[in-house]
């Protein structure tokens, strides 16, 4: 069970929480895709180079979502984090959109203008992200989780989205729920704290290099 992965990648950082969710042991392949023979290692099997790449028996999967989806049905003791009920299901696939067309871009897009243009974020930007920001607030508001009760694979994710302003020490004080929402998620993640050194260790190590 190979996993190509960066931890400094939001992406990759989901996969390998839900890997921890799930208990699983990957053969972790750390990789940088930045380097030209590192996109032609990975594009014998993923033809867009990119990370997170899972290959289990020779089944290739690549996006992290799908990653995520896959192993949950294949090694979730039960259906709680990608829950069956129609219904539901609906509520926890409308959060990983949301996470992949909203939060992920506003959060990405803003911090890459500051660690990798070197330029302020314009004000389109700014406000971007906080209506992504407003939303997960309201998300989390009047429950604990994103999308259900309990924890569900876009808590994983949005997770890692919203991490990934901490370093621009991006203000979260005008988002108590999200506040309250990290700590119940870094509280029921296995090892997080350990888990979250090393990532802010090769995020700064990842800074330096820009």
């Given at each position: ?13 989901s ?44 089944h ?15 090694y979730g ?5 990608y ?128």
């Amino acid at each position: 069970m190979e996993l190509y992965f960066n931890i400094v990648s939001p992406p990759c950082q989901s996969v390998l929480l839900v890997g921890k969710l799930l208990g699983i042991t990957f053969d972790l392949k750390e990789v940088n895709p930045h380097l030209p023979e590192v996109r032609e290692q990975l594009r014998k099997h993923n033809p867009q180079h990119t990370i997170p790449t899972f290959i289990e028996d020779g089944h290739v999967i690549w996006e992290s979502y799908a990653i995520a989806i896959y192993l949950v049905e294949k090694y979730g003791q039960d259906d709680s984090l990608y829950p069956k009920d129609p219904m539901v299901r609906s509520i926890v696939n409308q959060r990983l959109f949301f996470d992949n067309g909203v939060m992920f871009r506003a959060a990405i897009e803003y911090v890459e203008c500051i660690l990798k243009k070197k330029l302020e974020p314009t004000d389109e930007m700014v406000q971007k992200l906080k209506k992504a920001l407003g939303l997960l607030e309201s998300f989390v508001k009047d429950r604990s989780f994103v999308a259900a009760d309990h924890l569900t694979i876009p808590d994983v994710c949005l997770l890692s989205s919203v991490t990934l302003l901490t370093g621009v020490k991006y203000d979260l004080e005008p988002y108590p729920a999200i506040q309250a929402w990290v700590t119940r998620m870094t509280d029921e993640l296995p090892n997080y704290g350990e888990f979250h050194k090393e990532l802010v260790e090769k995020s700064l190590e990842y800074i330096k290099t820009l």
